[in-house]
Nanobody, 127 residues
Framework: EVQVVESGGGLVQAGGTLRLSCVAS???????????IGWFRQAPGKEREGVSC????????NYVDSVKGRFTISSEIAKNTVYLEMNSLKPEDTAVYYC?????????????????WGQGTRVSVSS
């Protein structure tokens, strides 16, 4: 069983920056670079949306169009952690952000692709 725990959410003004962290863990021998990690978000009254993902084996990344140029996903394998750096935040980025993991070398912005999910961290952007 794999666990993922998000942190770093909060309240920020439009134009501000937040960095979300996703720490993954599992049974002895767990290696983050065996997994793809995705970040998803769900705003009130809206469907869950794939934001960004990383295939940690080869570092390949993907972003939804609305965050390209503003968000950056990265990984720190030694800490079993994936980060989502969010710059130039907009009120429409307000949502609960979830981290998810799957034992695959590549990633997709499709929630059904992932097997393990965190509890989420709330991001609120004021105008």
């Amino acid at each position: 069983e794999v666990q993922v725990v998000e942190s770093g959410g909060g309240l920020v003004q439009a134009g501000g920056t937040l960095r979300l962290s996703c720490v993954a863990s599992g049974a002895p021998g767990f290696r983050l670079d065996d997994y793809a990690i995705g970040w998803f978000r769900q705003a009130p009254g809206k469907e869950r949306e794939g934001v960004s993902c990383i295939g940690t084996m080869d570092g390949s990344t993907n972003y939804v169009d609305s965050v390209k140029g503003r968000f950056t996903i990265s990984s720190e394998i030694a800490k079993n952690t994936v980060y989502l750096e969010m710059n130039s935040l907009k009120p429409e980025d307000t949502a609960v952000y979830y981290c998810a993991a799957v034992l695959k070398p590549w990633c997709r912005l499709d929630g059904t692709f992932y097997d393990y999910w965190g509890q989420g961290t709330r991001v609120s952007v004021s105008s």
